[in-house]
Antibody
Framework: EVQLVESGGGLVQPGGSLRVSCAASGFSFSTVWMSWVRQAPGKGLEWVANIKEDGSEKYYVDSVKGRFTISRDNADNSLHLQMNSLTTEDTAVYYC???????????WGQGTLVTVSS | QSVLTQPPSVSAAPGQKVTISCSGSSYNIENNYVSWYQQLPGTAPKLLIYDNTKRPSGIPDRFSGSKSGTSATLGITGLQTGDEADYYCATWASSLSIVVFGGGTKLTVL
């Protein structure tokens, strides 16, 4: 059974940093693209970033370029999102998702809430 | 303002059929695959349709997808109260190397 379990969410002040992580199991993690998708309270879905199987390619939505870094560790089947210079606009549930999005996001985690507030 | 345009809401009676449109451009939908997601209240999204028309295992054939030019459509037949959810389309915008979502459509089964 495919499982994606996010962790690391919480409350952070504007300008601060946070790292969210995702533990993957039930599939061959090192052979698939992975992504982060977020959803602000009461709003729609927004793709944040994705990363190739071996980490050699990474893509970001413009609003997070230069502030967020997606990474992965295929040795322990984990995906990470380092978020710096956070603003209130980054407040959202962050979902770990299997796939690049070019064809599909086929499995989603339960999400972790990141709240940026003073 | 989402890159892909969906109607904010649609509604229909139980047992009826509904369609949800997703309008894009030659920079996204026309030259890439479209996928659709269902988000039931308080839950994570779930894949309904991928590669424009394909259903993952376990998705009933009441759900269908189509694409023509710069638009895509999700169809749901035999509506059930359990289908009440938000529905999102998504595709790759190849010129920008990003994934774009529609703004979402809230389905109400009256």
């Amino acid at each position: 059974e495919v499982q994606l379990v996010e962790s690391g969410g919480g409350l952070v002040q504007p300008g601060g940093s946070l790292r969210v992580s995702c533990a993957a199991s039930g599939f061959s993690f090192s052979t698939v693209w992975m992504s982060w998708v977020r959803q602000a309270p009461g709003k729609g879905l927004e793709w944040v970033a994705n990363i190739k199987e071996d980490g050699s390619e990474k893509y970001y939505v413009d609003s997070v370029k230069g502030r967020f870094t997606i990474s992965r560790d295929n040795a322990d089947n984990s995906l990470h999102l380092q978020m710096n210079s956070l603003t209130t606009e980054d407040t959202a549930v962050y979902y770990c998702v299997r796939g690049s999005g070019s064809r599909k996001f086929d499995y989603w985690g339960q999400g972790t809430l990141v709240t940026v507030s003073s | 303002q989402s890159v892909l345009t969906q109607p904010p809401s649609v509604s229909a009676a139980p047992g009826q059929k509904v369609t949800i449109s997703c309008s894009g451009s030659s920079y996204n939908i026309e030259n890439n695959y479209v996928s659709w997601y269902q988000q039931l209240p308080g839950t994570a999204p779930k894949l309904l349709i991928y590669d424009n028309t394909k259903r993952p295992s376990g998705i009933p054939d009441r759900f269908s997808g189509s694409k023509s030019g710069t638009s895509a459509t999700l169809g749901i037949t035999g509506l059930q109260t359990g289908d009440e959810a938000d529905y999102y389309c998504a595709t790759w915008a190849s010129s920008l190397s990003i994934v774009v979502f529609g703004g979402g459509t809230k389905l109400t089964v009256l």
